[in-house]
Each structure stands twice: as structure tokens, then as C-alpha cells.
């Protein structure tokens, strides 16, 4: 059996990651800033409705990653839960913006909690089985990077598209735009419906490539879940595993923040920073071309820490600067002006460097969790893609949802209100940026120790290959 995958493949595959790219969007700065300062929804209140979608998204993602292993249908393993996925996820897209269950802070919470929890349900049904089919389409040590450096290169293009246009079209001069949120909703879900379709009818032909279930899972509970765990028993996974939990405490802190720093720190309008995603995106796409290069070149891992080292220290470098430019009168940094000012000029290469350094680091983690699957595979003799890919969901969800808890809580207790005035709001978010740079210098150095203990490289993963008889390296017919 080849182990490398059509080149069209590789590109259907990618544009799968389109419509996660557009949610994930969605799900970052803007709804956070639209349910709280837009809608008049306390900021404790939408943390708590988003922690708690999040660790019931967080339970159903390693059920589902383990269905999908199992399941025996005429459309593979993984197919059927993609094509049942995308009408629903682009639905639940739309009115997680456009419905109204009513002003008081009661309605709010339940519009905000029931439409989010159907949300990330819909696309639990899409993205576990869509990441548990990237271990199958191809299992090379180089392609793999390549591929996720393809699937990558089509997020960006989705996630930062749909960021360029939502400040630089939709909001236009104000984060509160409400009229630009809705515009949002209805560009946002008709591009997931197409982006997800084409990526379900493109990497169809490849079922009957794919590998079958073995047998048949146990028909106990009990036998269940000693099956997970004993699947989940293995160092390098475990590494990676608890490296994403502490790093999902970071990311349920900080995320969401972009709109809140810019609207009162930074001074920013939406078409000011417009720009800065379509910067990002280049450097996105240049790096996710030289993914596959640089991993035949590099070990994945050894690479991806010196990754993470540089972005822990060019990070938080900003916000650094301009509260010691606050707190002892220095000028490090240039005023807070206008759009193509000198501050503009800083933000827009320090945006660059961080995206760039970001990319390329996550694209070798995704690669370095699927090379797992052929490591528990020779060991177990069980191929368990869906299980793999989805089981840090459930305590790295948990996790981030105590820390979206945390950041509402934090928002609180600084003085930003959704109640509160202009100025108040400004002087809060001093005490956020201490906030975050200390959190930004601390857990993330926590995670990278953690990767730093994974264990698999190439002439491991080689060895696997040929244990299991995956040993041709020729690419397959076609295209």
C-alpha cells in the first residue's frame, strides 16, 4: 500500500479547512466582543455560555473520533459524518448572529449558549473525522507536512479572508457595527456550505483507499473504555496531549482579546487593522509552501520548539513596550496615531513575524500527532485516526472552557463592563495587558517542555512503515 496520496488529494483535503477556518473566526475575537459590547451581554455571562459549549463539545469530540474508527458504511468510515455536518454547521452559523431571543441578559445568555452548543456539535461531526482522514490519505513522514501545510494554506486563505473583510468591509469604522456583524452571518455560513461541500465530493474517490475497521469495538461499556485508554497510553501522544491542555488554559485566556486591545489600547478603528490579516495570510502562505521542504530537512520536532521559543518572545513584545512606555514615561514605541503611522508600521511587521512563526510551528505539531497513529498501530495492532486526533479535545476543551471562565471574570474585575463608559473602559485595559503578558510568558513555556518530551522521529516512523507493510514510496496513478 502507498504511503504518499495524489497530489489533488492533498488539495481537496486543504479545502476542507476553510469552513473550521471561517467558524473558528467567528468564534475568536467577534462573538465574544459582539454578545458582550454590541449586545449588552456581561462578559462573565458569554464566558460562561462559551465554557460551557466548549466542554460539551469537548465530550462528544473523542465519542465521535471513536465512532468514526469503527464505522462501516458504503461511504467509508469518515464520510458519513462530514456530509451530515456541513447543511447544519453552516445553519447554526447564521443564527449563532442573526437570531433574537429577546434583550434581557436571561435571553441573551440562552440564545448565545443554545445556538454556540449547536455550533460546535455540527462541526465536531465535521472536523474530527475530517483530521482523522489526513492520517489516512497520506502516511508519509514529508507529505504529512506537506499536507497539513496545504490544509493551512486554505484556512488562512478562509480564517484571514473573513477577517479582512469583516474590519475592512463589514465593520468599517466601529466594532459595533451591527449591521456589518450581520453581514457577517450571511457571508460566513454560504461560504462554509461551499467550502465544506467541495472538500466532502472532492476527497470522495479516496474511500475506497482508506483503511477498513479491523473489527468490530467491544460491546461493553466497560470493554469501551479500557479499549480508549489503553489506545491513549502512549508517551509521545500523552506529551502532546498534556502540552495542548496547558496550552488551551492559555488559549481560553487570551483569545478573543484582539478586539478589546484595539478598540481601547491601541486606538484602532476595523478599517485601520483590516489589512493586517491579508498580511498574515501571505506569510501564512509562504510558510505553509515550505512546510513539506523544511521537514525534509529538519526533524519536525526539533524545529517546532525552536519555533515556539521564538513565538513566546515575540508575542507579548508589544504590549511590553508600550506599559513601559505607560508606567515610566519612555517612548519606546510611537504614539497611538494614525492608520500607515509609525505604530502602524511596528504592529503590521510584528503581526507578520508572529503569524509566520505560528504557522509553520502548528503545521509540524498536526504532523507530529499523526505520525503517532502508525507508532500505536505497531503496538496495537489497531489504527485509531479518529481516536488520536480527538481525544485531547475532551480535557483540552474542559480546560480552555475554565479559562474563557477566567477571562470574563478577569474582564469583570478590571472594570470592563458592558454598563461602563468609554473612559472607563480605556483605563481597564492597562490591568488586562499585565494581564495577559504575564500569562503569555508563563504557560506557554510550560507546553513547549511538554512537546520537548515527544519521542517519534523519522527513522522511528520509517521503521513503522515497513513493520506494518506500508512500504512503497512511489506516488500513486493520477493526478
Keep these: 500500500m502507498s504511503t504518499l496520496a495524489k497530489k489533488s488529494s492533498l488539495v481537496f483535503y486543504g479545502i476542507g479547512s476553510i469552513s473550521p477556518a471561517i467558524t473558528g473566526n467567528l468564534l475568536g475575537a467577534p462573538i ?9 451581554l456581561e462578559a462573565w455571562l458569554v464566558s460562561l455560555a462559551l465554557a460551557l459549549a466548549l466542554v460539551v463539545d469537548g465530550i ?23 456530509y451530515a455536518s456541513i447543511l447544519p454547521g453552516s445553519i447554526c452559523y447564521f443564527f449563532l448572529i442573526m437570531a433574537d431571543f429577546g434583550s434581557s441578559q436571561i435571553a441573551l445568555f440562552f ?42 494554506f486554505f484556512g488562512w486563505i478562509g480564517g484571514a479572508g473573513i477577517a479582512y473583510a469583516t474590519s475592512a468591509y463589514f465593520l468599517g469604522d466601529s466594532y459595533s457595527n451591527v449591521s456589518g456583524y450581520h453581514e457577517l452571518a450571511y457571508w460566513g455560513s454560504g461560504l462554509i456550505l461551499i467550502a465544506g461541500t467541495v472538500f466532502a465530493l472532492g476527497t470522495h474517490r479516496e474511500i475506497p483507499n482508506l483503511e477498513r475497521p479491523q473489527e468490530r469495538p467491544p460491546v461493553t461499556v466497560h470493554g469501551i473504555v479500557e479499549e480508549i485508554l489503553g489506545t491513549l497510553n502512549h508517551k509521545s501522544w500523552l506529551m502532546l496531549f498534556f502540552s495542548g491542555v496547558v496550552f488551551s488554559i492559555f488559549i481560553g485566556l487570551t ?84 492608520k500607515f503611522g509609525a505604530l502602524w508600521w511596528v504592529m503590521m511587521f510584528h503581526s507578520l513575524i508572529a503569524a509566520s512563526v505560528g504557522v509553520l510551528a502548528w503545521i509540524l505539531v498536526a504532523s507530529m500527532t499523526a505520525d503517532v497513529v502508525e507508532d500505536s ?70 507546553s513547549l517542555y511538554l512537546l520537548s518530551r515527544y519521542e517519534i522521529n523519522r527513522s522511528q516512523h520509517e521503521s513503522n512503515l515497513g513493520f506494518l507493510g506500508y512500504n512503497s514510496t512511489e506516488e500513486p496513478d493520477g493526478d
Design 255 to 338: 483569545s478573543g482579546l484582539g478586539f478589546y486591545f484595539n478598540s481601547y489600547f491601541w486606538d484602532w478603528k476595523p478599517s485601520d487593522v483590516a489589512i493586517f490579516a491579508i498580511i498574515d495570510l501571505t506569510a501564512a502562505l509562504v510558510i505553509s509552501a515550505m512546510a513539506g521542504p523544511l521537514s525534509a530537512r529538519f526533524d519536525k520536532k526539533r524545529l517546532a520548539i525552536g519555533l515556539f521559543i521564538i513565538a513566546i518572545g515575540v508575542g507579548p513584545i508589544l504590549l511590553i513596550l508600550r506599559l513601559a512606555d505607560l508606567w515610566w514615561g519612555l517612548n519606546i514605541l510611537p504614539e497611538n496615531g494614525e
Design 111 to 152: 440564545q448565545l449558549l443554545v445556538l454556540i452548543g449547536l455550533l460546535r456539535l455540527a462541526w465536531t461531526f465535521y472536523q474530527v473525522p475530517r483530521e482523522a482522514l489526513g492520517a489516512e490519505i497520506s502516511k508519509d513522514y514529508t507529505q504529512r507536512t506537506q499536507l497539513h501545510g496545504i490544509s493551512s
Design 60 to 82: 462528544t469530540d473523542p465519542l465521535l473520533g471513536y465512532a468514526s474508527d469503527y464505522t462501516r458504511s458504503r461511504f467509508g468510515r469518515r464520510h458519513p459524518y462530514i
Design 32 to 40: 465574544f466582543f459582539y454578545y458582550n459590547n454590541v449586545l449588552g
Design 377 to 446: 498501530q505497531r503496538k496495537t495492532g489497531k489504527r485509531s485516526e479518529g481516536l488520536f486526533f480527538a481525544g485531547p479535545h475532551l480535557i483540552q476543551k474542559a480546560i480552555s472552557g475554565v479559562g474563557l471562565m477566567i477571562k470574563g471574570m478577569i474582564l469583570t474585575l478590571i472594570g470592563f463592563s458592558a454598563t461602563a463608559s468609554e473612559a472607563e473602559k480605556i483605563a481597564s485595559m492597562q490591568d488586562l495587558a499585565v494581564v495577559i503578558v504575564v500569562l503569555s510568558l508563563t504557560l506557554p513555556m510550560v
